[in-house]
Nanobody, 122 residues
Framework: VQLQASGGGLVQAGGSLRLSCAAS????????TGWFRQAPGKEREFVAA????????SYAESVKGRFINSRDNAKNTVYLQLNSLKPEDTAVYYC????????????????WGQGTQVTVSS
């Protein structure tokens, strides 16, 4: 599976962005996916995860109620809607996938996209 993240950009605080993670491979619809982010000088952190069926996505406390994780298996694409953005959301956002595992740890995912930059100005 190859992942390609896109949709990042520069936005003012309070604004919105929608990130996409497009995947190659016919079996992607059976893969669980996660979103992570890494800000300059900080550790990579979990943002959201969604099972291959698309049910009950989980979120980090810092983004709960503002971000929405969804997927369209017919399009082999996972989305992360970022709303009410704050300057502290500034980071490179990565999508990740794994056929068997899902959770908050990046070590659970075998496949990673290249990242897309999100910058939120105050």
């Amino acid at each position: 599976v190859q992942l390609q993240a896109s949709g990042g950009g520069l936005v003012q605080a309070g604004g919105s962005l929608r990130l996409s993670c497009a995947a190659s491979g016919r079996t992607f619809r059976s893969y669980h996916t996660g979103w992570f982010r890494q800000a300059p000088g900080k550790e990579r952190e979990f943002v959201a995860a969604i099972s291959w069926e698309g049910y009950n996505p989980s979120y980090a406390e810092s983004v709960k109620g503002r971000f929405i994780n969804s997927r369209d298996n017919a399009k082999n694409t996972v989305y992360l809607q970022l709303n009410s953005l704050k300057p502290e959301d500034t980071a490179v956002y990565y999508c990740a996938a794994d056929e068997l595992r899902i959770g908050m740890s990046g070590s659970l995912y075998d496949y990673w996209g290249q990242g897309t930059q999100v910058t939120v100005s105050s």
